[in-house]
């Protein structure tokens, strides 16, 4: 996030983590730094950030962000990191990437792993390239434990193994069950300055080296899992060292997780259900690596692939564009029309629901390419569909007077005992001349330019309502036009002094 500051100064605040956008209570870990272009007192550049910058710039398309300034800004910026904690770079693998393992020297080290999931392949390779540490933990879930094959859980045997519950179904990387999360023991912490509810499960993805009086850490959003680990996901991650203060929090973590037992560890068995949730998790990632495509031409919407998913005959699969209904995947089925798709609801996000017997239904959403793309105009169509006039309203007082303009109170000479029944159009109440010019006189005493910003703002998403506007009534179209008019009445006159 880049913040706009007087005499164009800008500051920028980076938080790497495994925290999702939603409302989860599971708990989570993240390093938040801040940097400036100017130089100060134990600020430092960081590799990789304009890297990472960059690339999610590219994949945002954002109209007017041009990817490789933002690289250069970025790789300019010198960061201060929380105290005692050195950060030595931020990583971003996509697909095919290569990433690098957590450590290369764990020789006598104290090993700390936390990760919500886990598979056969990487607990495997974990405990064989950490056999020379002093002591090795892990803290994960009984549901991970359980899905892990025997042998698997066998090159654990010489781990403390810790147990906290399962996070929260959100569609991270499997399906939990509500139940699974009721019945393991919950991390009781409350929250900061408050008397917050404990955090229903772990959700942290860590990797720490503990030597003495500092520790090396790997923390983001990597699970210890190949996928993760092995490029086939988009991840990232900080790598970071700190000292005592970052260790009593890892201790605390571990002082609040529940032992798991040897004779607990064996006595692990996989249940009808079990074998079914990881035969959904098997489709799941089978179809995520299904080569599939969508066509369109013009707002007729196709989807395709090269061979129809292998489903087991208990599994019923749907399929749909993640802004309309879901529809039968028919077996042996490799193409599948959508039909015509308006623009303000054209995407290139697939959503899916699988279900099976003995296994809660998953959904997930998946990213396929789509030819020829997505008119530029889309964005709009969206914003417009979903726009009150009322919002835009709003959204215009704001732009040229800031929160606080008309309107923010109840004004004075309101007559509350002599409301009309009709409808109160925004026209009477909103945006007039008279604001336009508090506005233009504004801009020429403070040397700002809210009048360009809500000038940029009326061609793109006024003209987009009114064109992609069916749901507007005839007396908001009729608004819409009004300020049309009475805009460009202003701009040719002031915009032009």
Request: aromatic residues 6%; negative net charge; charged residues 30%.
């Amino acid at each position: 996030m880049s913040f706009d500051g007087e005499k164009s100064q800008r500051t920028w605040r980076l938080w790497i983590g495994s925290r999702n956008l939603t409302a989860s209570r599971d708990l989570d870990l993240g390093l938040v730094i801040e940097g400036e272009s100017r130089r100060r007192k134990g600020s430092q550049t960081i590799e990789g950030i304009g890297e990472l910058a960059a690339t999610l710039a590219a994949e945002a398309r954002l109209p007017g962000v041009d990817p490789k300034e933002v690289r250069e800004e970025l790789q300019s910026v010198r960061w201060n990191a929380p105290e005692g904690i050195d950060v030595s770079c931020i990583e971003l693998w996509t697909q095919g990437s290569e990433p690098r393992q957590p450590f290369s020297d764990v020789k006598g080290r104290n090993l700390v792993v936390l990760s919500p999931f886990l598979c056969d392949t990487f607990v495997k390779s974990l405990a064989k390239t950490t056999v020379e540490c002093e002591e090795r933990t892990l803290v994960t879930s009984l549901q991970a434990l359980r899905k892990l094959r025997p042998d698997s859980r066998a090159h654990l045997a010489n781990f403390k193994l810790l147990s906290v519950a399962a996070p929260n179904p959100e569609g991270d990387e499997t399906s939990i069950s509500p139940a699974a999360v009721q019945n393991e023991p919950a991390l009781g912490e409350e929250d900061e300055g408050g008397t917050g509810g404990d955090h229903s499960g772990l959700h942290a993805k860590l990797f720490a080296a503990i030597a003495d009086e500092r520790v090396d850490i790997v923390a983001g959003s990597a699970n210890a899992t190949d996928r993760a680990w092995s490029g086939r996901n988009a991840e990232v991650v900080a790598r970071f060292s700190g000292g005592r203060s970052e260790i009593d929090g890892i201790m605390a973590i571990l002082g609040s997780a529940t032992p798991i037992s040897d004779t607990l560890l064996q006595g692990l068995v996989e249940t009808e259900a079990d074998i079914s949730e990881l035969k959904i998790e098997q489709i799941r990632w089978a179809i995520a690596d299904m080569p599939l495509s969508l066509c369109r031409d013009g707002k007729h919407f196709r989807l395709t692939c090269d061979h129809a998913p292998s489903l087991p005959a208990s599994a019923k699969l749907e399929v749909g564009l993640a802004t309309m209904s879901l529809q039968d995947w028919k077996r042996d089925a490799t193409e599948i029309e959508f039909g015509e798709v308006p623009l303000a609801l054209q995407t290139d996000l697939l959503q899916f629901r699988l279900t099976m017997e003995n296994a809660l239904p998953a959904s997930w959403l998946l990213r396929v390419p789509i030819a020829p793309a997505i008119d530029a105009e889309r964005d709009s169509a969206a914003i417009s569909r979903f726009l009150s006039v009322a919002g835009l309203q709003t959204w215009l007082r704001e732009m040229l007077e800031g929160e606080a303009g008309p309107g923010a109170e109840d004004d004075w000479d309101s007559d509350e005992n002599n409301r009309s029944m009709r409808r109160e159009s925004w026209k009477y109440d909103g945006i007039a001349i008279e604001d336009i010019l508090k506005a233009w006189a504004k801009d020429q005493s403070e040397k700002t330019n809210s009048l360009k910003r809500v000038d940029g703002m009326l061609n793109r998403y006024v003209a987009a309502v009114l064109a992609h506007g069916e749901h507007l009534s005839d007396d908001d179209r009729e608004d819409l036009i009004a300020l049309q008019q009475t805009w460009s009445v202003a701009r040719d006159v002031l915009m032009a002094k």
